[in-house]
């Protein structure tokens, strides 16, 4: 038997006697529950104990696994510089995930390590587990910016690493669920933070990690989680293996959600196919996609025949070569179709190509004014551009061109407005111009709801600062696809 179980566990600093001074007795459920999760721990002996934490070094583009022999924390930062940790971490296992890592080209490693120092995310569940259980070595483990597919597939490879070295490990996927889930908490309230927090538990509490996809990026930003890609990797390390789920307690009560559940492996000698939820998972994204291809419009069919040629080529496709066969080949186009090839090459405006993978943002790139003989020609190049040239993220590779979906904005001609009080989140998008400065945004964004929001990423992507004089201008969009 290789990987036993693993935890879902939160990491409140307060929880610790030392830094609480009383006030942690607010959340005993969790503090009992805590304790049952280390007289668990103990029960099985494991030979190491892997934790990931959302406090650990983290990477955009890159899962951070701590190198060395050990490593030493203490809650000196939380007033209680007494309780501290010296930590030996398992570096076979390390090495052996790393080297995984590098095998399969994916994106994991010791590279990077900016602090040495454990943080609190590791700790706490450090704190409950040592005073049941003390014979074991860990692996600490950061999380990244990357999708949630990758995360899952990164626990893939983690269970791959443990058995390959036969260790006898559990799984601690240390994080605290909503950070806005009462009016008096530090973060204060949003109807995410609740919603969140039920829907989390309840997959959770079911072992139904196929899910956990479900949660898409701006609901969880809303809800203000931070152990949401933590679970993940754990969903990932248990890939294909059946569990006994079960919910030790949830706690709200700090403004902050506390939840615990354990996950007992059982018959691990028996792999499950029902239980390879990134497997189920992307199956059926390729279905959808595939419709959503199928349905595309001619604008967005444009940009990712555009895409797909410069992958291929190297090659900015022609107007003329990107037009052609873009109907269906064997039924004529109807009139609208015919319309829609006509404005392409004759007229102009600025566009804007959107590209996200697995619901996470891929490249955005536009024109806010044309800059080309026709809107064609204006969406061939800023596809290759979003794709190529978003200084945000690495250029796609051929590989992702199955997973994207690609939307294209047409623009109206800006229209400069008074004040703030002229705009609409959902109608129009704005550009704010400072001297030589200019931040831009579209209308109708996932997790943009108020003109202030609106106002503050446009000028963030401008370099433009609060106070800095500003003109506005706003814009509508055609939106396709």
């Known amino acids: ?8 566990v939160p990491h409140p600093p307060m929880i610790v006697p030392q830094v609480g001074r009383g006030s942690e007795t607010q959340i005993q459920k969790t503090i009992d529950a805590y304790t049952k999760v280390a007289e668990e721990i103990a029960k099985l002996r494991p030979e190491t104990i892997l934790i990931s934490s959302p406090h650990a070094t983290m990477y955009a583009d890159y899962f951070h696994i701590s190198p060395g022999i050990e490593a030493r924390g203490s809650f000196s930062g939380f007033g209680a510089p007494a309780v501290s940790f010296t930590e030996t971490y398992d570096a076979e296992l390390v090495g052996r995930i790393e080297i995984l890592a590098q095998e399969t080209d994916f994106p994991a490693g010791t590279l990077g390590q900016r602090d040495r120092t454990l943080d609190h995310g590791t700790m706490v569940p450090l704190y409950f587990i040592r005073q049941k259980y003390d014979n074991f070595k860990i692996v600490r483990i950061g999380l990244s910016g990357l999708p949630l597919t990758e995360h899952y597939a990164f626990g893939q490879l983690i269970q791959q690493a443990v058995h390959a070295t036969g260790r006898r490990v559990v799984y601690v996927a240390s994080g605290d669920l909503s950070h806005k889930l009462q009016e008096y908490g530090p973060y204060g309230f949003t109807p995410e933070g609740p919603q969140y927090d039920a829907r989390i538990m309840d997959v959770c509490a079911r072992g139904a990690f196929g899910e956990l996809f479900d949660f898409k990026e701006h609901f969880c930003d809303k809800a203000a989680e931070c152990g949401h890609r933590s679970f993940v990797i754990m969903a990932g390390v248990l890939d294909g293996l059946r569990v006994e789920a079960r919910q030790l307690s949830h706690e709200d009560v700090t403004g902050v959600g506390y939840g615990i559940c354990t996950f007992h492996v ?10 390879r939820f990134l497997t189920h998972y992307l199956r059926e994204r390729q279905t959808v996609l595939q419709k959503q291809q199928e349905a ?5 069919k444009l940009a990712r025949k555009s895409l797909e040629h410069y992958m291929i080529h190297r090659q900015k496709l022609s107007v003329a070569e990107g037009l052609a066969d873009l109907s269906n080949p064997y039924v004529s186009a109807d009139a609208a179709e015919q319309d829609a090839l006509h404005a392409l090459q004759t007229t102009q405006a600025g566009a804007f190509v959107s590209i996200h993978e697995h619901g996470r943002l891929r490249g955005c790139i536009g024109t806010i004014l044309p800059t080309t003989d026709c809107v064609a020609e204006e969406i061939i190049q800023n596809a290759i551009s979003a794709s190529t040239r978003d200084p945000r993220f690495a250029p796609i590779t051929a590989e992702e061109l199955p997973w994207l979906e690609i939307h294209v904005d047409v623009l109206g001609a800006p229209e400069r407005i ?21 931040g831009l945004l579209l209308p109708d964004l996932d997790g943009v709801d108020t003109v202030e929001q609106q106002l503050s990423i446009a000028m963030q992507k401008g370099g433009i600062r609060p106070g800095d004089p500003i003109e506005l201008e706003r814009f509508e969009v055609i939106r396709h696809v």
């Open 1 to 8: 038997m290789a990987i036993l179980a693993a935890f879902m």
């Open 266 to 275: 059982q018959e691990p000698e028996h792999m499950a196919e029902d239980r």
């Open 296 to 300: 595309a419009d001619v604008y967005v």
């Open 418 to 438: 008074a004040s703030a009080g002229q705009l609409d989140v959902k109608r129009y998008g704005v550009i704010v111009t400072s001297g030589v400065k200019r």
